[in-house]
């Protein structure tokens, strides 16, 4: 069982930055592959990033490439959204989760966190 606990949410204006976090418990956060997925009002959820356990393959959507930057500490069971040069369109309820993921159109996950919201102001 893995647990995931997202933070870092907030207000921005357009071209600002936020962090993210998403803090796991469980013995094999590990081993599993993490990633960002985002929810806006009216629309599906769409994956956002991800990143393998061993932090060697990194996947993104096209929209954020070159501004979002996903990254890991497993020792302290954590995953990270760095996001730079928000956009209004980034406007989302940001979610955790925790599976395998192979691409950005290629993944499964186990485990989600309740969510923590982005909105970027023009």
């Known amino acids: 069982q893995v647990q995931l606990v997202e933070s870092g949410g907030g207000s921005v204006q357009a071209g600002g930055s936020l962090r993210l976090s998403c803090a796991a418990s469980?013995?094999?956060?590990?081993?599993?592959?993490m990633g960002w997925f985002r929810q806006a009002p009216g629309k599906e959820r769409e994956f956002v990033a991800g990143?393998?356990?061993?932090?060697?393959?990194?996947y993104y959507t096209d929209s954020v490439k070159g501004r979002f930057t996903i990254s890991r500490d497993n020792a302290i069971n954590t995953v990270y959204l760095q996001m730079n040069s928000l956009k209004p369109e980034d406007t989302a309820v940001y979610y955790c989760?925790?599976?395998?993921?192979?691409?950005?159109?290629?993944?499964?996950?186990?485990?989600w966190g309740k969510g923590t919201l982005v909105t970027v102001s023009s």
């Open positions: 989760a925790a599976g395998w993921i192979n691409g950005r159109n290629n993944y499964g996950m186990d485990y």
């Open positions: 469980g013995h094999t956060f590990s081993s599993y592959a």
């Open positions: 990143i393998r356990w061993t932090r060697d393959f990194t």
